[in-house]
């Protein structure tokens, strides 16, 4: 993991220095075609290798080739992931990380990329990424996102926030709830039907809620879920979906049709707006009992959908 110092402003117009930390995949810089990703809610710059979270998208001979590509994920500051944590995360928007990676692209001296992907979170910094620079990528894909912050993700988002001040165990508890919401019920219901572990005593959908639970309280810290939690309720690209089309890149949005999170209504509706201004934009839905998580189950879809643009 390599870093960047850089200077920046927060949301209330504060200087501060921060540590940009990030990792390279595939070809070394400036010897191939870049692709950069930006990490999810709980995700990081590790997206590719052994113990990359997209490893089933990127790597030798998958669909973004480590062979034909360079691959560079930046760390959002104050994740945790590189030890970096942040106490007054309300100053920070997706604007603010959009203007940090951008930042840490100039001084890396990048000024062209075949692709900005993202998912979710990641998804929406890309929004803002091409919308702020809209000369610099090629290709846009944002991944089960939306370029607003709806008044139902806000609410979610304020929900998780009460959750992680307040609770006596704030990650276990915010996890459970959030499940709820990147899942579906008939995900839910068709994967448990009611199953009941005699030995446990206990439902097994709670075992498995529980268990979510744990396990993000065992590699994700409070801070860092404060602010990436607080991230998702601050999407604000752009006043309305007309205006993306000053983003010249080729725009491909990817949505589950059963995301009850960024859900796929919202997106087909961007879509309808700019394919009426531009031609280059294009909708992708993956077809998913699972839900917003789809995007990390549903490889062999989310594949063939990418395909094209790598090829």
Same mark, same amino acid.
């Given at each position: 993991m390599k870093k960047i110092k850089i200077s920046t402003k927060s949301k209330n117009a504060e200087i501060f220095q921060v540590n940009l930390s990030y990792e390279t995949f595939g070809r070394p810089l400036g010897h191939a075609p870049i692709v950069l990703v930006n990490h999810a809610l709980t995700g990081n710059s590790t997206v590719a290798g052994k113990k990359g979270w997209w490893k089933s998208l990127i790597g030798?001979?998958?669909?973004?080739?480590?062979?034909?590509?360079?691959?560079?994920?930046?760390?959002?500051?104050?994740?945790?992931?590189?030890?970096?944590?942040?106490?007054?995360?309300?100053?920070?928007?997706?604007?603010?990380?959009?203007?940090?990676?951008?930042?840490?692209?100039?001084?890396?001296?990048?000024n062209k990329i075949h692709t900005v992907i993202g998912g979710s979170l990641g998804g929406a910094i890309a929004w803002q990424? *091409?919308?702020? !620079?809209? $000369? /610099?990528?090629?290709?846009?894909?944002?991944?089960?996102?939306?370029?607003?912050?709806? +008044?139902?993700?806000?609410?979610?988002?304020y929900l998780q926030d009460r959750i992680l001040n307040f609770s006596k165990n704030p990650i276990q508890d915010a996890r459970v709830n959030a499940m709820l919401v990147y899942?579906?019920?008939?995900?839910?219901?068709?994967?448990?039907?009611?199953?009941?572990?005699?030995?446990?005593?206990?439902?097994?959908?709670?075992?498995?809620?529980?268990?979510?639970?744990?396990?993000?309280?065992n590699r994700f810290q409070l801070k860092a879920y404060r602010l990436m939690n607080h991230l998702i309720s601050t999407?604000?690209? *752009?006043?309305? !979906?007309? $205006? /993306?089309?000053?983003?010249?890149?080729?725009?491909?949005?990817?949505?589950?049709?059963? +995301?009850?999170?960024?859900?796929?209504?919202?997106?087909?509706?961007?879509?309808?707006?700019?394919?009426?201004?531009?031609?280059?934009?294009?909708?992708?839905?993956?077809?998913?009992?699972?839900?917003?998580?789809?995007?990390?189950?549903e490889y062999e879809q989310l594949n063939q959908m990418l395909k094209p643009i790598f090829e």
């Open positions: 030798d001979r998958k669909v973004i080739d480590n062979q034909k590509f360079t691959i560079l994920a930046f760390n959002i500051p104050g994740n945790g992931y590189d030890g970096v944590l942040v106490d007054n995360y309300k100053e920070f928007t997706v604007k603010c990380i959009s203007n940090l990676f951008l930042q840490g692209l100039k001084n890396l001296n990048i990424m *091409a919308y702020d !620079a809209p $000369d /610099l990528f090629e290709n846009l894909i944002p991944v089960v996102t939306d370029f607003q912050t709806s +008044d139902w993700v806000r609410a979610q988002s899942r579906t019920p008939f995900s839910i219901d068709h994967r448990f039907q009611n199953q009941f572990d005699t030995e446990k005593n206990e439902f097994k959908v709670n075992d498995w809620l529980d268990y979510h639970g744990r396990a993000l309280e999407i604000d690209v *752009a006043p309305n !979906a007309a $205006d /993306l089309d000053k983003i010249k890149s080729n725009i491909h949005i990817v949505s589950v049709n059963t +995301d009850l999170f960024f859900t796929a209504e919202r997106n087909r509706k961007t879509y309808k707006i700019l394919k009426g201004l531009k031609n280059n934009v294009y909708y992708h839905e993956i077809q998913s009992i699972h839900g917003h998580d789809a995007f990390l189950m």
